[in-house]
């Protein structure tokens, strides 16, 4: 059986939650709560949860400073939040899993089964939450790292190090610059939705590319030439969307 620890400085956020979690999710055995980081750590001490529930924003320490000193951790933690483009942004780049407020049954019930099926050792999640941190610190999404997870381990780039993405079923094949490729679990719909703010382009149903890394595409082709010399597909229609970069042969 699961057994959690919420924390949350607003003792009626703490109230619903631990509703929910009792009404809708019988696999939990067991419910804490704390109202800090401080008394978090304290409950921590002799109290091992699977899941982590952590408000963002709370006062003296924030969700944040929580993740300092999680060397050897071994749950998952779900973030809690009101809407915050940046703050969802930085998550979802580092590869964690959120509920927004008001929590919605049907979403944290998501969220805790994806946390369950997780299987992340605590070295990977440490660099997840190091991934997290330091985009928040950023101030700018564009300087993001993004974390993906595949069969090799947990990978961390830029995203102007992609040249572009193809979808490989329900999954992802990334391709880097320096010739640098894996396979994601996400699929290529994921990372459209994700990278929309940097303009990548849906070239093809199973292409997805970046504009910075176009060198040049002919109007009789069906390819595209990236910056590495490889190619991607494109189809008639989405040629009239490349008609504003300057690369056309």
Do not use: W
């Amino acid at each position: 059986m699961i057994k959690v620890l919420i924390v949350d400085e607003e003792t009626k956020a703490r109230c619903i939650l631990n509703y929910y979690i009792i009404h809708f999710l019988p696999v939990i055995a067991e419910i804490r709560q704390a109202a800090s980081v401080a008394e978090a750590r304290d409950i921590l001490l002799d109290f091992q949860p699977d899941v982590v529930f952590l408000d963002i924003k709370m006062p003296h320490q924030n969700g944040f400073e929580f993740l300092v000193g999680l060397d050897n951790s071994t749950f998952e933690i779900i973030f809690t939040t009101t809407y915050s483009y940046y703050t969802i942004q930085a998550i979802r780049f580092s590869a964690l899993n959120y509920v927004l407020k008001p929590i919605d049954p049907d979403e944290l019930t998501k969220a805790v089964l994806k946390s369950i099926d997780q299987q992340n050792s605590a070295r990977q999640k440490l660099h997840l939450y190091q991934n997290l941190i330091r985009n928040v610190e950023k101030k700018n999404i564009k300087d993001f790292r993004l974390a993906v997870s595949s069969e090799a381990g947990t990978f961390f780039f830029h995203v102007s190090d992609i040249l572009h993405i193809q979808s490989s079923g329900k999954c992802s094949l990334i391709y880097l610059e320096g010739k640098k490729s894996f396979l994601s679990s996400k699929s290529l719909e994921h990372y459209e939705d994700m990278l929309d703010q940097f303009d990548f382009i849906r070239t093809h149903k199973s292409h997805l590319v970046n504009p910075v890394h176009i060198a040049s595409f002919s109007k009789n082709s069906e390819f595209i030439i990236l910056s590495d010399g490889s190619k991607a597909e494109i189809s008639r229609r989405k040629k009239r969307d490349l008609q504003q970069y300057d690369r056309i042969d």
